[in-house]
């Protein structure tokens, strides 16, 4: 490992320390500002962070980078330099008051600069949005990604087609070669052609101009001949771009959105919901370089839809959860094998089930679904006066105690409860931390 230390001086009144702790304090209030904005924004129609970028505010206080100055009082004896009016053991007189601004002057329309706002790019605000966090299996799973032949930048060489020339390295060996060989430029030799025809046009030439013009005609067919023999491009200039075939990899993820769509599932669980598949779907674009997402709706029965129907669309009926479950291995089966496709699985639901249909899900789980899941997240919908559930893992209803049989034996599911639009980026942050390893 390599060591790099810095020892030039610290720039005339600023800390490399300093300078360190300023920095780390601005992106504190960035990342704090993104989270916050995760948490409080009503996600709408569409994506939640638009293609032109997010804007951020972030308190103005701090945001200079502090420097060194001298405070008041000391003993210091000096004369700035191209003083003419004092000389050392002058006093000077105290400036008079009152004629100052006193201070930042009000706004008529209530605006100030306590804050500063500024716009991140959209890769930039998913970066520090999700700074920390890491997919599951992504680098052991590596039997996921397809790979397609490619072509890849290999150097230069000496011999090639005119297509690959690299005209940038062809000139510069050029001008390099006709340098070194002191090849007469095109304007040296047109000066003495011009020379040499004022010459010829004086009609009596005194014996020194016809002693000149000759030297001038011996010196212009040498540098016609030096031209002639070092070329302007010679074959030794040529370079030529050369290309190797590479294998790439493309990695692909399919996301399954399953919600419950029944009578008990309103407004509120809906939006709660979508929250949190809006930040996976998100999340997982960083990344695979192709993602899609499927959105699978249940009653007593269950289909797929699209995102408008999934969201909006009202359904009446009882509830079947293992009936979503049956439709995304029925979707995996046919569009989606697992030897080419990372495949993600997050389920909302309100906790109510028909029947011993949790006895179902459980076992559809752990024996079909799982095995080929690189993930699986299931985000139960309670009441918000029912802390309780929140703070007691063990309390909750049938499908939540199935689904916490699950949970102790499969390391890549997890549940959690939320009440609030606040918790959901919380235990989202909680899935993805990466897992320490024993």
């Not at 397809?146 to 060489?157: N, P, S």
């Not at 940038?168 to 060989?181: F, P, W, Y």
């Not at 509830?319 to 997050?346: C, F, H, Q």
């Amino acid at each position: 490992m390599h060591h790099f230390i810095d020892r030039r001086a610290n720039p005339k009144g600023k800390s490399l320390g300093n300078r360190q702790r300023f920095l780390r304090r601005a992106r504190e209030n960035i990342k704090e500002r993104v989270d916050r904005s995760v948490r409080e924004k009503s996600i709408g129609k569409g994506e939640s962070v638009p293609e032109n970028g997010e804007k951020i505010t972030i308190p103005a206080k701090g945001l200079k980078e502090p420097r060194l100055y001298h405070g008041p009082g000391g003993n210091r004896r000096h004369v700035l330099p191209g003083n003419k009016e004092f000389v050392v053991g002058d006093t000077i007189d105290r400036p008079q008051g009152g004629a100052g601004e006193g201070g930042r002057k009000a706004s008529e329309d209530g605006e100030g600069d306590d804050e500063f706002s500024f716009t991140l790019t959209r890769d930039e605000y998913l970066e520090i949005l999700f700074d920390g966090l890491e997919l599951p299996d992504l680098v052991e799973k590596a039997t996921v990604e397809t790979e397609t032949i490619g072509t890849r930048r290999a150097g230069l060489t000496t011999a090639g087609t005119p297509n690959n020339l690299n005209l940038v390295r062809t000139m510069r060996n050029s001008l390099g070669r006709r340098i070194a060989l002191q090849r007469p430029t095109t304007k040296s030799q047109r000066d003495l052609e011009a020379q040499i025809a004022d010459l010829e046009a004086v009609e009596a030439r005194s014996p020194s101009q016809e002693s000149l013009l000759e030297e001038l005609k011996v010196k212009l067919d040498g540098i016609k001949r030096k031209r002639r023999v070092v070329g302007y491009i010679d074959p030794l200039d040529l370079r030529f771009d050369t290309f190797v075939p590479e294998k790439i990899r493309n990695s692909r993820a399919v996301v399954f959105c399953l919600m419950d769509v029944s009578g008990s599932m309103q407004e509120r669980e809906k939006d709660l919901a979508k929250r949190f598949f809006l930040l996976l779907h998100l999340f997982l674009t960083r990344g695979y370089e192709h993602t899609e997402i499927v959105f699978v709706r249940h009653t007593h029965y269950a289909q797929e839809v699209d995102e408008e129907t999934f969201f909006y669309a009202r359904e009446t009926g009882g509830t079947i959860v293992s009936t979503a479950l049956e439709k995304m291995k029925e979707i995996i089966d046919e569009r989606y094998p697992p030897d080419e496709w990372n495949i993600y699985g997050a389920q909302a639901s309100d906790g109510e089930n028909f029947g011993n249909d949790s006895v179902r899900c459980r076992k559809i789980l752990t024996e079909q679904l799982l095995p080929v899941c690189q993930f699986y997240a299931y985000v139960e919908i309670v009441e918000e006066s029912a802390q309780m559930l929140l703070d007691n893992t063990e309390a909750g209803e049938d499908l939540w105690q199935n689904y916490r049989q699950v949970k102790d034996k499969v390391a890549h599911f997890e549940m959690q409860r939320v009440s609030e639009p606040g918790h959901i980026y919380p235990i989202f942050r909680e899935f993805f931390l990466p897992k320490v390893k024993g």
